[in-house]
């Protein structure tokens, strides 16, 4: 049972290149969101859905997409990457919107 | 708009003694409270959590200390070791078919003297 799982671990991106983030769940949980971390700021959502097929924006949606093709899977993706993304991006699933579990985390640095 | 506001942004305490971290939001339509705890380099733990029917729920050194009507809430954690140092996140959100919007405070770095 591995819970979350991101990945890459560590990503270094040039500015104006696109990328995505994958986040897989094995827990069977409908709920599943997508998190950046900055220092003094705390965790702002960016996007989330709550079942395959359904995404809303978070917080932070801008600059961001997401869809949800399936209940494992949950990408993020980075359109045209800007110097202001740079940060830690974390994944979380839940099963009914409690007690979300936490991935590991991809930190991202554009230059 | 800052929905969930968490003070202090950093508190110090020594071993054996209480820390106490608050949070305030803002939409009355939540009603799950949980409190996440985070070590360097790792993912946010669920530490505890409590929904709006009960005042307070405790688990082990952790308490939920939770005032409906002033929407506040915090967590106290009693006889702090130096283990609990870590960053401690408050967050909101409501539960169900109108949930999946779980929304964090700033944090709070806590750091216990031995």
């Known amino acids: 049972n591995a819970g979350v799982t991101q990945t890459p671990k560590f990503q270094v991106l040039k500015t104006g290149q696109s990328m995505t983030l994958q986040c897989a769940q094995d827990?069977?949980?409908?709920?599943m969101s997508w998190y950046r971390q900055d220092p003094g700021m705390g965790l702002r959502l960016i996007h989330y859905?709550?079942?395959?097929?359904?995404?809303d924006q978070g917080e932070v949606p801008n600059g961001y997409n997401v869809s949800r093709s399936t209940t494992e899977d949950f990408p993020l993706r980075l359109l045209s990457a800007a110097p202001s993304q740079t940060s830690v991006y974390f994944c979380?699933?839940?099963?009914?919107?409690?007690?979300?579990?936490f991935g590991s985390g991809t930190r991202l640095t554009v230059v | 708009q800052q929905q969930v506001k968490q003070s202090p942004q950093s508190l110090i305490v020594q071993k054996g003694g209480i820390s106490i971290i608050n949070c305030a939001y803002e939409?009355?339509?939540?009603?799950?409270f949980p409190w996440y705890q985070q070590f360097p380099g790792k993912g946010p733990a669920l530490l505890i959590a409590?929904?709006?029917?009960?005042s307070e729920k405790k688990e082990g050194r952790f308490t939920i200390s939770f005032n409906k009507s002033a929407k506040q809430f915090s967590l106290h954690i009693m006889d702090s070791q130096p283990g609990d140092s870590a960053t401690y996140f408050c967050?909101?959100?409501?539960?169900?078919?109108?949930?999946?919007?779980?929304?964090f405070g700033q944090g709070t770095e806590l750091s216990v003297k031995p």
């Open positions: 979380a699933s839940s099963y009914f919107g409690t007690a979300y579990t």
């Open positions: 827990m069977n949980h409908e709920y």
């Open positions: 859905s709550v079942g395959a097929g359904i995404t």
């Open positions: 939409n009355t339509a939540f009603d799950y």
């Open positions: 409590i929904r709006p029917d009960v």
């Open positions: 967050a909101a959100s409501r539960v169900g078919n109108q949930g999946g919007k779980l929304i």
